[in-house]
DNA sequence: TTAAAATAAATGAACGATCATTCTTTTTTA
DNA sequence: TAAAAAAGAATGATCGTTCATTTATTTTAA
């Protein structure tokens, strides 16, 4: 019993260090020695919780993609109008990113690296579902143009990362107002 | 004379192995052993051309980003319409990923990369000036929003990282309808 | 209830491979 | 023949991973 918490809490802290080191350094500088030292524990050890050091970077982008998700959708209400409904998930999504900047910036790591198998980045997507299901209303509704998930993912919701990416290197601020034109953004090149 | 045009194709050949290599397995697997073979060369020859790695994937990035500038705007007209301007751009950029996949990947990788450094990046982003000047005419013109340049590029230019992404993944193929659609979503994101 | 035995968890050292880089030597060029 | 260019071998460091061993925990037997 005890010994389950301390096994979760052991796998927990290895997936920690990884994503700091990660975060400072890029993916490759997240060694196996270095992620074990971080986490108080010998390199061997991670071994009894994780395959090699691939599927080690995956759960991790299990795990942070799904507390991104769970943020996302926390305030998510059925009888919302649709705009209402996707302006929550959007301010939602972009405060999470703005408050755990090491997860945003490794999920955008995660996007272009060899790293990350297909299956797993098929897993991640689904926790994205209540999303394309809240767009699939939308635009049976006519509010939202009748166009492939794809074109809406990468219109409305993957320029955030290139807004936290700014922000990081202080080159365009997120505040409120900033934060504001950019939802409108958004939603102006969705709706219909 | 010959000597200078020799040495001009070893640095070509240099930068196109890096760009081979980290295409088919990240930037971490391009080391300076694998480049110079594919390149016929000795390792240490590398270093005749580049101080070490990190200037080598930074001169890639920069020589990557020149030609897709020049594609971008190669048919700008000055007569022609901020619209019809933008329009060409985006096609034209659109073009350039399609037509050449290891370079929009490579560009793609270094969006979140530690390695390309910040001076680099500055001086990358110098060869999309053009796109900034129409900017500012159509925001001038009324045209377009009225927003940090930032915005305008996450939301009409950025997009297509991830688009490229997806087509490659084969899971949202870019055929000329979904393009055309995907221009119009970017225009009605910037336009006033 | 306690001591011994068995099992599980965790370790540090070590593996071969490969990394970026440099050194010395050889080849090419002028 | 002198200088420049290129080579291959070698450097120490670090990589991911595994191995033999020790430490901790649980089970068994008295």
Redesign the pocket.
Known sequence: MA?LQ??ID?RTALLKATLSLVNNGGI???????VAKIA?????????FFE???ELVNQLYLDVKGSFAEAAFREQKSDDEVKKSFEKIWIAMAAFKLEHKEEASFLSQCDNTPMIDEETRQEGLKYLAPLFVLWSIGIKEGIIKDISPYLLYAFSIYPMAFLMNMDNRALCPLGENVLKEAFQVAWDSIKV
């Open positions: 010994q301390k096994s052991k490759q500088s997240a060694s196996m020695a270095k108080n524990v010998s390199p061997a050890t991670i071994y009894l090699n050091k691939q």
